[in-house]
Nanobody, 115 residues
Framework: QVQLVESGGGLVQAGGSLRLSCAAS????????MGWYRQAPGKQRELVAD???????TYADSVKGRFTISRDNAKKMVYLQMNSLKPEDTAVYYC?????????WGQGTQVSVSP
């Protein structure tokens, strides 16, 4: 069973930065497109960024130019560098395969951005 463990969230002021990390236990990690998702209170979970096995990236319009996704296949890690954070970025952030979230969801990491 694949385990996903997210970390790095916290409380920051608008304009601040955070770097999220995700550790994945799948042996086939290097072959998978991985994504970062988020779910704000009362809203559906949405994909904000993903990265293919060869490093190609895509971003939701709402985070383009502010967030950067990266991966380290040797460490089986995915990262999300979040800059210029806005209050509307407040959510629980999760990683999973993309575009279909194949694995069981981890516990996520809370990101809270104050005005």
């Amino acid at each position: 069973q694949v385990q996903l463990v997210e970390s790095g969230g916290g409380l920051v002021q608008a304009g601040g930065s955070l770097r999220l990390s995700c550790a994945a236990s799948t042996r086939f990690f290097s072959l998978r497109t991985m994504g970062w998702y988020r779910q704000a209170p009362g809203k559906q979970r949405e994909l904000v960024a993903d990265i293919t096995s060869d490093g190609s990236t895509t971003y939701a319009d709402s985070v383009k130019g502010r967030f950067t996704i990266s991966r380290d296949n040797a460490k089986k890690m995915v990262y999300l560098q979040m800059n210029s954070l806005k209050p509307e970025d407040t959510a629980v952030y999760y990683c999973n395969e993309s575009p279909t979230a194949t694995y069981d969801w981890g516990q996520g990491t809370q990101v809270s951005v104050s005005p």
